[in-house]
């Protein structure tokens, strides 16, 4: 059963904008009951408000889904890019794939490189947490030994297109070298199985770009 957080980001989602009282009809309860909801909805930046004027009286608050929330709905955006970049491997062959997955990758690295600070490799690391959590990736990292330390991806937001195209895989090697300035190795694969991607960072040779 849905709960009434969901039936509102649900309502709101169908019909668009929605104020307090349109909600407490549609839902069947207490306009103080939708109120607390929108409050803990809006901690959560799920919804925002803005006035509008709806008829007579003074303007209500009209609640709307933020970017946040519409991403609790399904989406497509990996099946979508996966179609393109099959059509594109039909149509121009494997190089042309790889020429994609390189220049998105220098795109992240101007992006990003920007952010990374610290003079040290923790710092550097530690800057670059913060952006591979915006991606999704569920990112950690602890030090190994002196000197070496271990950065572990828990989730892959690429994995459907990496399940087709690993080149994906070995460009973004080569950008978490490039943004830390040291080798970084994959050790563990979540496309092999693995329950995190771990790369040993500090340790052997810069990967190259494909």
Known sequence: MHTTKQKILTAIKTQGGLTTGELSKILGISTTAVRRH????????????????????????????????????PQRYAEFALDLLQEIQAAEGDEEIIRLFRRSAQRRLDR????????SLPRRLATLIPLLEEEGQMPTWEEASPGQF????????????AQHFPQVCDVETWLLGELLQVPVVRRCHILQGDSACVYEIGNGKRAPIL
């Open 38 to 73: 929108l409050t803990n909805l809006e901690a959560q930046g799920l919804l925002h408000h803005r006035r509008e004027q709806r008829g007579l009286g003074r303007p209500s608050f009209v609640y709307e889904l933020t970017e946040r929330a519409q991403q609790q709905f």
């Open 112 to 119: 990003y490189r920007p952010q990374i600070q610290g003079d």
């Open 150 to 161: 271990l950065l572990r991806q828990h989730h892959c937001p690429l994995l459907k297109i």
